[in-house]
Each structure stands twice: as C-alpha cells, then as structure tokens.
C-alpha cells in the first residue's frame, strides 16, 4: 500500500538495487532515481570503500535497507552482534523500512548463505513470528518480510505458502516484501495457481514490491535476475498494484548485470502499471 505504517508513510515510486558496476555512471553522471535498495550486509562494516560510496549516494539519494542473512525461520536465537551492526546502518541510513526473506539457512552458528524454504507448519511460524518481532523491538524500524522462491516442499506443511505468510505477518505485525517475480517461479515448480497467491496476501500490510527476471529449464525454473521481467510477472505486478495501490517497487538484477541505463529502463517499465492505477482510482470515485 502507498504510504502506510510498514513502509514508514512514505511514497518511493519505483527503484533499483545499488551494485557496484554502477558506482562509477552514479556518482558521475548522478541520473534521476527514485531510490535505491543496498544489500545490508554489504555494509555492515567498520570502514573502507562501500561505506564511503554509502555515504555519497546517500547525499543525493534515498537508500532502503534489504538482507539477506536474518534468516528469520531459523530455530537458534537470532545473532546479537549482527543486530547491533544492523542498527547501527539502520541509523547511518535512515532507511525508513528494511527486509529480509522469510526463510531459515543456518543451524548452530553455521550459515548456508542461502534461502532455504520453511515447513509451512503453525509451529514455524510462531517461531518465525517471535524472531522478526524481537528484531523490530531492537532496531526500532518496520520490519518486510519477502517471500521466497522454492524448489522443494516439505511433507509435514500444514497450509499453503500464502497461508503461512499471511499467518507470520499477523502474528509478529510486521509488513510484507511482495515478490512477484518469486509467486511465479515456485507457481511453475510445485503447480499452484500464482494469481491466488496475490489476491491471498493483505494488500494493507505490502509495504514493497520485488519485480525481477528468471530462467527456464526443462524441469523447473530458477530466480536468476539476470534478464528483463518476463510478461507472466508484469500480469501478477499489475494485480498487485490494483490490490494495494501505488507501491514502492524495486527491481532486482543481480547477474550478468547490464549498463545503468538498460536496467533503469527496465525497472520504469513499473510506470505504466503505477499510472494505470492512478488514472483507474478517480473513475471509481466517481461510479
């Protein structure tokens, strides 16, 4: 949703993620964007080149927070250490709302570095639920959680992954990262219907949007982002945007990244969904 109380009240239009091929075009050229996303971990350091290239784009730009090692569905207490350098870049920033995935990858202080599907099971999620709201206790900013792609599912699942979703979120009161691109790719993998997926989730608790290119095998397809979003994720952003409104949108390219101008382009493709909208909502006032 626009402007609500798990994106900080704010309206950032359309964004793309910050990488370091592009340092150099950003900083010369300083093109108009509405915002950036950074990877935290990227960050969450002491000193040296990114924190200074941080601390440049941040003169000129928005910056919202995403991680990717909260590993929030994981059983073992969540690391104290890497929320106090979280906060500490939380408050560097002043992101207004940060992310991670909705996902388990480590097991006795041993990290996988990967984003390991959940048993979607009521017990998980109460654990889940528990650890983001210990994390937004601490850092003192709202908390998206994102859904992930998957290539297995567990047996011992007691409802869908949308159910459960939904079920994380509620308890631990917390927004939702929508990532479309991500509904498809696990749509195609276990055989469910995506657009059920987006009319399920609550459009008042998406506090961002994740658009994003994938590949196609023969037996599954995979979350690369390393292509342009392919026209089954436009059909599922655009359902998004007529349930929740003008959302925060982010492209994701993170492999065989191309020039800033190509995945700029691609990521303002967003636009004509969002104005779509815009021109829609008055003509329903008025019916």
Partial sequence: MPANRF????EY???????????????????????????????MIDGGRPLTVLDSILDQYRVVQHGVSMYFGSAEPLS??????????????????????????????????????????????????????????FLEVPIAVENVSSYAEFHVSEMTEW??????????????????????????????????YVEAIP????????????????????????????????GLYARAIERCGPTATLLEWDDSIPSFEE????ALKANRYLRRHEQA???AVTA
């Fill in 163 to 196: 159910e459960f979703l939904n079920e994380v979120v509620e308890q631990a009161d917390c927004g939702i990262l929508l990532d479309v691109n991500n509904i498809y790719v696990s749509s195609q993998n276990h055989n469910f219907n995506p657009r059920q």
């Fill in 80 to 137: 104290r250490e890497h929320l106090r350098r979280l906060k500490a870049l939380v408050r560097r920033t002043g992101t207004p709302w940060l992310s991670d995935h909705l996902c388990w990858g480590s097991v006795d202080g041993t990290y996988t570095h990967d984003l390991l599907p959940m048993p979607y099971t009521f017990e998980a999620a109460r654990n889940t639920a528990e650890r983001i709201r210990q994390a937004q206790d």
């Fill in 203 to 234: 459009a008042d608790r998406v506090a961002q949007i994740h658009i994003a290119g994938h590949s196609k095998f023969e037996k599954y397809i995979l979350d690369t982002h390393d292509h342009p979003v392919l026209d089954p994720v436009w």
């Fill in 13 to 43: 239009g359309v964004g793309i993620g910050l990488r370091v091929p592009h340092y150099r075009h950003i900083l010369e050229k300083k093109p108009v964007v509405d915002w950036f996303e950074i990877i935290s971990e990227n960050y």
């Fill in 7 to 10: 994106n900080g009240f704010t």
């Fill in 281 to 283: 909502a008055p003509l």
């Fill in 263 to 266: 995945v700029h382009a691609e």
